[in-house]
């Protein structure tokens, strides 16, 4: 049996939620190595929507270990909200489901203000992000300046911690025409919220070496998606954390054997929330039914998502930068009725034909789409179970995207259901 990594082949939001809250039924941990509460997972079972930002989504099932790794961002006032908003709904999360890695990255309130300060900032490039404080907290991490989930229990180091920040921090905000932190309100602030945070607190990567010696069954959980990639992704239009699986085994403690399999979630079109270039978007009413059909608005930020068709190259340089082994196919449904589908097999730019996406911004911002017309079906997909529901003219289409992205099809979704999935190769066996 493999261990799985799942993550986003896309600009995020593919449903990876949905099939990581599949796949671990089997699984015995689930595990997220980056990002932070930008993410967001819509979960549907048996009509019960949950809503996951931060927690890995296993957490939902009981009996799982649900690992928050020390590649991830954790805001300790949005994690008490987001387990509070859980439990409330019958989710058991103690701490012997839950463990957080205590080499992880605390985002502070003056994270966020200061990711919204530069967004409204006129003379900056807007990036169009989340406003959660991702970017300045892995840039205080990078900077050797953060504070740690560890130090969080040591109030004399966090002390020192906290003036060694601001001397950073309060330098900057007076250049933005912000107020300076007050050191002794944040550190008030901190040890308030710390137990919250402190009752999770473990070695995660001894827990999974645990794991491995045990051979358990470990998913690792991605966020965001390769195109929001820090360093293959669309530059600087991305997140600031490495989303592809290769950071699975850093984010988590493991090393890169680790991951057996990486099976890619692809949505059947293409969507983006935020700034930023896309090639294939549509910006009329095909776009317009396809958000509408698919429910393409953000659960972090309510914004609508932009959607085009499918673009292959982007998704082929996915599979290649992110070695993933095979996809999940997801929202099939939502192209249910279209007479004709559209699907991006190069770019032009200039007299010049583009196999690939290039890494220049003017560039990513200029090529135009080369299409190939694919015929539509006018059967329903939606809540399909098995392949042989699947109309004689969607299985091409999904037989058409496997050869393009040069990776084989895994799964396919046909709606937000749990159930509502169809099993092609199994990632576990592989
Ligand atoms: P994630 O960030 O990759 O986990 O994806 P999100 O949860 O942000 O966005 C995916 C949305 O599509 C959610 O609202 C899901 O409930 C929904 N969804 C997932 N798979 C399918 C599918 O196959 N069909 C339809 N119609 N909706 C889906
Ligand atoms: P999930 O896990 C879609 C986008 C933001 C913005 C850029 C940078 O649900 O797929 P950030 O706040 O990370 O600094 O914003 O990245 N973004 C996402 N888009 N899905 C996500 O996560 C995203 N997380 C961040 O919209 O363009
Ligand atoms: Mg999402």
């Not at 890995?56 to 009981?62: D, E, F």
């Not at 007050?182 to 602030?189: A, F, N, P, Q």
């Not at 006018?378 to 992205?405: C, H, M, N, Q």
Request: some cysteine; aromatic content about 6%.
């Amino acid at each position: 049996m493999a261990n799985v990594a799942v993550v986003g082949s896309q600009w995020g939001d593919e449903g990876k939620g949905k099939l990581v809250d599949w796949l671990s039924e089997r699984a015995d941990v689930v595990v997220r190595f980056q990002g932070g509460h930008n993410a967001g997972h819509t979960l549907v079972i048996d009509g019960n929507v949950y809503k996951l930002s931060l927690l890995p989504s296993g957490v939902v099932r009981g009996g799982k270990m649900s690992i928050i790794g020390n590649g991830v961002v954790i805001d300790p006032w949005a994690l008490k909200k987001e387990i509070s908003t859980l439990r409330a709904q019958g989710v058991v999360i103690d701490k012997e489901s839950l463990k957080i890695a205590e080499n992880a990255t605390i985002i502070l309130p003056l994270h966020g203000e200061l990711d919204a300060l530069r967004e409204d900032a006129t003379a900056a490039v807007k990036i169009g992000t989340t406003r959660r404080g991702i970017g300045p907290a892995y840039e205080d991490k990078i900077a050797r300046r953060a504070i740690r989930v560890s130090d969080l229990g040591n109030e004399a180091l966090l002390k020192d911690k906290i003036a060694t920040l601001l001397m950073h921090h309060n330098a900057l905000r007076k250049g933005l025409g912000a107020d300076p932190i007050d050191g002794d309100k944040l550190l008030t602030e901190l040890l308030e919220i710390a137990p919250e945070v402190l009752e999770f607190s473990d070695i995660v990567w001894r827990r999974l070496d645990e794991a491995r010696k045990a051979r358990k069954l470990v998913l690792f959980e991605g966020a965001q998606g390769a195109m929001l990639d820090n360093d293959h992704g669309t530059y600087p239009f991305v997140t600031s954390s490495n989303t592809l699986a290769g950071q699975a085994a850093v984010g988590s403690g493991v090393g890169p054997g680790a991951v057996n399999y990486v099976l890619g979630i692809t949505k059947a079109y293409t969507t983006r929330v935020g700034e930023g270039p896309f090639p294939t978007e549509l910006l009329d009413e095909v776009g317009q039914g396809l958000g509408e059909r698919g429910r393409e608005f953000g659960v972090v930020t309510g914004r609508k998502r932009r959607c085009g068709w499918f673009d292959a190259v982007m998704v082929r340089q996915a599979v290649k930068t992110g070695g993933i082994s095979g996809i999940a196919l997801t929202k099939l449904d939502v192209l249910d009725g279209m007479d004709e589908l559209k699907v991006c097999v190069g770019y032009r730019l200039g007299d010049q034909t583009l196999d690939y996406y290039p890494s220049n911004m003017i560039d990513q911002a200029k090529v135009e789409p080369i299409y190939e017309t694919l015929e539509g079906w006018k059967d329903s997909t939606f809540g399909a179970r098995s392949w042989d529901d699947l109309p004689a003219t969607a299985v091409k289409y999904i037989r058409r995207v496997e050869e393009l992205i040069e990776a084989p099809i895994a799964l396919v979704s046909t709606s937000p259901e749990r159930e509502d999935t169809i099993l092609v190769r199994d990632p576990f066996s592989d």
